[in-house]
């Protein structure tokens, strides 16, 4: 068994080992407000309660790249201050818990600056 949770990046010994639930389709721009929200992640992917889950925000110029990651926050929005003068951006969240289980990203928006 632990051969296979070492293959999947999965230490058998490091507690927790279930990713939280993920962020899925609830990215969205504010303009109101100008930036990213999400709904908050509260349960892991087994549906028990999550309660240290932080989330990372990830900027990418091509939709079929991960990018680099943008913010690192405990809430579930944030603002791109750095956001390029120009051009198409591709965003995503991942949501991470504090036993360093990351969930896969949410689904990617796009945002263009005039």
Known sequence: MADILAFFGVQPDSGDTTSPASVGDT???NGILGRWEWGAVTQDRLGNPESSVHYQVWRSAAASSPGSILSSLSVNFCP???APTSGCWFYSVRAADSSGNVEGPS???SGTTL
Do not use: A, I, Q
């Open 27 to 29: 990215l969205m721009w």
């Open 107 to 109: 689904w990617t928006r």
């Open 80 to 82: 791109d201050p750095s």
